[in-house]
């Protein structure tokens, strides 16, 4: 009996066994085959920032078993790369990687989708994105732009650009033409200097030919590739209008309604791992380049502290006038500016500290 009751259970599981085996490919069949394009902001050239779009790509293939495929383009193959947005707003690619501060001539209010001068680093741009209401408000900045923006990326804290003369005061910045994107040219045009908008591929043969007197860019790593120490020998930190860059995947609005809900969900988790494994691969890489960099006779500068305070009071300055003349700004900046005073009080409290002394004992070792 017990026999014959063992032999039935057995059939019963050897169905449902079955049953499983034969759902999950009926599942995987009945997925749609998609493809799309990417257009990129950056050349190929830059690995890392590159590369964040085919972390997606690869992610969003495997997880569909190649149902869904996003071909990733260069800046420059399909569109430049500061008409990304455009090109996905028209509908001419379904979706890009880029910068949203690229776009600031149209809106300043596309800065803080990556980040405004004296903002949030990586941590708290993430922060303030998932869960201190970021991504509510511009969703609804980014509706008017028939775009959907998910966090594809982050460089940290950037670097402070390079010089082909000392900054030594707040008056050797004076008439500098400087390549500097978004609202950081018009803080840096209040300084003195000349904001330059200029794509990452046409900065170094610029700078070469004198066209422009300074550059900022990312950090080291993307830097050395560049090339901007062979011809601008001073290089400046930290990079006070970019402490956490987003980098971001912009999706056109009706192509990303055509999706199934979990395609949607699959490009949501890949452009999340892109934006986790962007910072750590930089934060891998940057090091051993600032040796190699200074190694090649870099000189590694520090903003005098005039530069700096100079620089806080009028970024504030232009985010409470831009507020005053643009409702869109004003309602992200009201969410975004307390939030940042929340982060920063934390921050002080247990991270600043526990940095600044682990910092201070390596250096007395090394």
């Known amino acids: 009996m017990l026999r014959r009751k063992f032999l039935k259970s057995a059939g019963i599981g050897g169905v449902g066994l079955a049953a499983s085996a034969v759902a999950a490919p009926a599942i995987a069949q009945s997925a749609p085959e ?23 790509s690869k992610s969003v293939a495997e997880a569909t078993d190649g149902k869904f495929q996003i071909q990733v383009h260069a800046a420059g193959e399909i569109v430049p790369g500061l008409q990304a947005l455009d090109a996905v707003q028209a509908g ?10 690229y776009y600031v001539g149209k809106d300043p209010t596309f800065a803080f989708d990556t980040a405004v001068p004296f903002g949030l680093n990586a941590r708290q741009q993430n922060a303030w994105w998932y ?22 990326g982050n460089t940290g804290v950037q670097m402070g650009g390079w010089f082909r003369k000392e900054i030594g005061s707040l008056a050797d910045l004076q008439g500098v033409k ?18 330059q908008q200029i794509a990452g591929g046409d900065i170094y043969p610029a700078l070469e030919k004198g066209t422009i007197d300074a550059a900022e860019w990312v950090g080291p790593y993307d830097d050395e590739k560049l090339g901007f120490y062979k011809v601008a020998p001073f290089y400046y930190y930290p990079g006070w209008w970019e402490g956490g860059p987003q980098l971001s995947a912009y999706i056109n609005q009706q192509k990303w309604a055509e999706l199934p809900k979990s395609y949607q969900s699959i490009l949501t988790t890949a452009a999340a791992r892109a934006n986790v494994e962007t910072m750590a691969k930089y934060d891998s890489l940057n090091p051993k380049a600032l040796k190699r960099i200074v190694a090649n006779g870099t000189k590694l500068k520090p903003y005098p502290k005039e ?18 003349g643009n409702a869109a700004f004003k309602k992200v900046y009201e969410n975004w500016k307390p939030f940042r005073e929340e982060q920063y009080l934390w921050f002080r409290v247990a991270e600043n500290n526990f940095d600044n002394f682990v910092y201070r004992m390596s250096a007395k070792k090394s």
Do not use: Q
């Open 307 to 324: 530069v700096m305070e100079a620089g806080y009071t009028a970024a504030f300055k232009l985010y409470d006038e831009t507020a005053a």
């Open 92 to 101: 001419t690619v379904e979706m890009a990687h880029t910068c949203s501060y």
């Open 178 to 195: 400087m390549r500097i994107a978004g609202i950081a040219g018009k803080v840096m045009a209040a300084l003195g200097a000349v904001p």
């Open 34 to 56: 998609v493809k799309w394009r990417l257009t990129s902001s950056f050349p190929k050239s830059l690995d890392t920032i590159f590369g964040a779009a085919e972390i997606i």
């Open 131 to 152: 869960y201190g209401g970021g991504r509510e408000a511009m969703a609804e900045f980014f509706n008017g732009y028939n775009v959907i923006s998910l966090p594809a």
